[in-house]
């Protein structure tokens, strides 16, 4: 064989190769989405919506926020999904984990707002809790009035506060997965643990000694009962509330919407969770909600732009938009203008500060 034929030859194998490993990475039809159970039911009305006008309609998995990055990280192709949801930003090391693996151009999109509430059941005594004491009620270890950490002695909400009802400390919440659970810690947890005496010496001794004790203290939930993990599934939650008056469950607002006639949400710190309280920022547990786009699959995946375009449509994300109506909490406009021209620049996010 001569050697130009030869060359030629290996060339085509080439780019015979490159066609056949491009056609089998993006081998589907239909776009895949995977991440929060929060934001689910809104991807699953967009992706139905979307179906509605021709596009093959996305195929929408809940796997709860932790569990949707890992998988949108793995890397880029048909086995990987093309969308993330999330209940909060993405994280320093998880964008480090998408780059690591070949991920390279990621859209971070802006939804709306959401609030994480604690409700129970509407047999359920009235009563309210302020920040300070769903933190006494929860944290793994508290401190005395010393400042000696010692573990959780708390076995009713009136031993933290004698006007609270005497009922057993019962809490159901998401599991280390969820964005929930996350955006959770930070809100209650962490806020509550910032203004208290011991934890700011353990903090101030973290940033002078570059330790990581405070974050560890303040993240350790109570493992004695009195905090149960019922999963990714919030509806889950919602049922076994509903049936125990005792018991108290953590989930987004949009669920307390849509469970309103079994369920009633607890004051904290006497700000209700309603829809006017979380855009305008004076409920202490209000978050934005976000889903993660591949740019990568954007011209490969038919549909993505299309799908994209139709989350952040006014119809959708607006203030009568249809999201709207299943419990979103829309952004102000100046926000969803934000939000459609990263969507249709197709602008990459940069890497989180933390």
Not at 214 to 234: L, M, T
Request: charged share 25%.
């Amino acid at each position: 064989m001569t050697p130009n034929l030869k060359n030629g030859l290996t060339l085509a194998a080439i780019a015979i190769a490159a066609t056949s490993f491009s056609t089998a990475a993006f081998a589907r039809e239909e776009i895949r989405v995977v991440g929060s159970s929060t934001v689910y039911p809104f991807t699953s009305a967009v992706a139905e919506q979307f179906g509605k006008t021709g596009g093959k309609t996305p195929v929408v998995e809940s796997t709860g926020t932790g569990g949707g990055m890992k998988l949108f990280c793995a890397g880029v192709g048909a086995e990987h999904p093309d969308v993330t949801n999330a209940s909060r930003p993405m994280k320093k090391a998880e964008f480090e984990m998408c780059q690591a693996n070949g991920v390279k151009d990621i859209l971070e999109i802006k939804i709306g707002l959401d609030g994480i509430v604690l409700a129970h059941s509407k047999k359920a005594p009235e009563f309210g809790l302020q920040v300070e004491e769903v933190f006494l009620a929860l944290a793994k270890d508290i401190h005395d009035e010393n400042l000696k950490f010692i573990p959780n002695p708390h076995q009713t909400w009136q031993s933290i506060d004698p006007l609270l009802p005497e009922t057993k400390i019962e809490v159901l919440g998401p599991p280390p997965t969820s964005g929930t659970r996350d955006a959770f810690l930070e809100l209650f947890m962490e806020k509550a643990a910032k203004g208290q005496g011991g934890y700011r010496e353990i903090k101030e001794a973290d940033e002078k000694n570059g330790t990581k004790d405070y974050e560890k203290i303040w993240k350790s939930i109570r493992q004695d009962g009195a905090f149960v993990e019922a999963g990714e599934n919030d509806n889950l939650i919602v049922q076994k509330i509903e049936g125990n008056p005792n018991a108290i469950g953590i989930f987004g607002f949009s669920f307390l919407e849509e469970n309103k006639d079994k369920i009633k949400p607890v004051v904290i710190s006497g700000i209700e969770p309603t829809y006017e309280n979380i855009v305008n920022g004076s409920y202490p547990a209000s978050r934005a909600l976000f889903i993660y786009v591949k740019k990568q699959h954007i011209d490969v995946i038919p549909g993505m732009k299309e799908f994209v375009a139709e989350f952040v449509a006014d119809k959708a994300i607006g203030e009568d938009g249809y999201l709207v109506e299943k419990g979103l909490i829309s952004m102000p406009k100046e926000e969803a203008e934000k939000t459609r021209k990263i969507a249709t620049e197709l602008t990459p996010m940069a890497m989180p500060e933390k």
